[in-house]
């Protein structure tokens, strides 16, 4: 059965206060796109083409008026609404009928994850036919993030939510691969101190069967997590110092859908002349036209 993937993008985004009092956090813009964007072609480039987008009963409507069905870019999107904030891990249950028992990868809808070669670990990720995959990234302040500890052989031992002391500086990033039993899996999970439903007591229900695997991402890849307003604008500087200074696309869903074959030129010529005279639509129309292979 072919992976599904879902996008989180619920909670109030408290952090980004009062921007966030308005509109949903991953509608604001990070640079030339809204924020949703970059997890979905996270997904796309994945080679997940049929994706549930979770969110809050208020935001679900802008974000049906933003994506759609997805027809446009070769992808099939539903909804759900998450009516309040009680862990990632919920996702799953909120997506229990939908998934009807397909594996599924889950997304962050504040993260931006960026590399050469990663759609590859991404694809392989999806394939694997039992077990989760998740990946880590070095950090400065791994007390924000679950963390993962690794023995000598490089083979992850231990997950530990937001530890207190330092143990390890690779935070797991919000991009997670399950096989077909993450549901039941997330059945069992039960609610944390602080009344959620944690993905790291997920991934450790792998861990401790044996079949979690750790990816770390090297130099060659950035991770961001756009929560607050320095987050917000470093993402937004990344995307366009690569856009501006290498003429390449950061999260863009046309120039994705196109490369992976989901459309074809002409279509992307029709994306390309919808946006009009911005930065983003020629781009696009140079790709179409065959200028930037």
């Known amino acids: 059965m072919n992976m599904k993937g879902i996008v989180l993008a619920g909670g109030s985004g408290t952090r980004l206060h009062p921007m966030t009092l ?9 640079y030339d796109k809204p924020m949703v964007y970059y997890p979905l072609t996270v997904l796309m480039l994945s080679g997940i083409r049929d994706v ?3 969110s809050t009963p208020d935001d679900l409507p802008q974000f049906r008026r933003l994506l759609g069905d997805g027809a446009q870019w070769g992808m099939r999107f539903s909804y759900a609404e998450q009516p309040r904030p009680e862990g ?3 996702a799953f249950l909120i997506g229990d009928e939908w998934l009807a028992g397909a594996p599924c990868a889950l997304v ?8 050469e070669h990663l759609s590859t670990a991404f694809r392989g990720a999806a394939e694997r036919p039992d077990g989760a995959t998740v990946f880590a990234y070095q950090v400065r302040d791994p007390e924000r993030y679950g963390v993962a500890l690794f023995d000598e052989t490089g083979r992850a031992t231990d997950i530990v939510e937001k530890p ?4 390890s500086p690779w935070a797991v990033i919000g991009l997670y691969f399950y ?3 993450v549901t039941e899996f997330a059945r069992s999970v039960k609610p944390s101190a602080r009344g959620e439903l944690e993905i790291t007591d997920l991934n450790r229900l792998y861990l401790e069967e044996g079949t979690l695997q750790v990816e770390r991402l090297g130099r060659g890849c950035a991770w961001l997590d756009a929560g607050t307003p320095d987050s917000l604008l470093q993402a ?13 696309l950061v999260g863009c869903p046309e120039e994705v859908a196109y490369r992976m074959g989901y459309i074809d030129a002409e279509m992307l010529r029709m994306h390309a002349k919808r946006l009009g005279k911005t930065e983003l639509g020629r781009l696009l129309h140079d790709l179409a036209s065959g200028v930037h292979a």
């Open 22 to 30: 308005a509109a949903s956090k991953q509608l604001l813009p990070v």
């Open 52 to 54: 549930l987008i979770v």
């Open 88 to 90: 990632i891990a919920q």
């Open 108 to 115: 962050l809808g504040d993260n931006l994850i960026f590399g």
């Open 164 to 167: 207190t002391t330092y143990i």
């Open 179 to 181: 096989d077909a039993r």
């Open 236 to 248: 937004g500087a990344f995307v366009q110092t690569i856009q501006s200074r290498q003429g390449m």
